[in-house]
């Protein structure tokens, strides 16, 4: 989708050097990137207060990078295959049969 996580904070931040719980909820939104998690705007609140480490109210480039470094979409697809298997099959042994 990006090509960068700088890409993603410029999309995010609406070009300019922050993020805030507004910016923020909207490139969630946006991107639907907690589907599933149902999070309340209490708890959209609250993990947003904990990516933003010097609790300033926004995100700069640093705290985008620093929170989001780790996660790539590979490894977020291969979570999801991993929880849909857990839950279609009883065992391993069933789901390579399956397949």
Known sequence: MYDSLEDSFFDA???TDK????KFNAFVDKHDA???FNLTDMLKQKLFAEVDP?????LSIKDWINAFQTFT???HLMVEL???LQVQFANSESAFFFF
């Not at 993020?19 to 507004?22: E, K």
């Open 73 to 75: 979409q590979d490894d």
């Open 54 to 58: 010097h609790k300033k109210t926004f």
């Open 19 to 22: 993020v805030d719980l507004v």
């Open 13 to 15: 931040s609406g070009e």
């Open 82 to 84: 991993k929880n849909f």
């Open 34 to 36: 907690l589907r599933g």
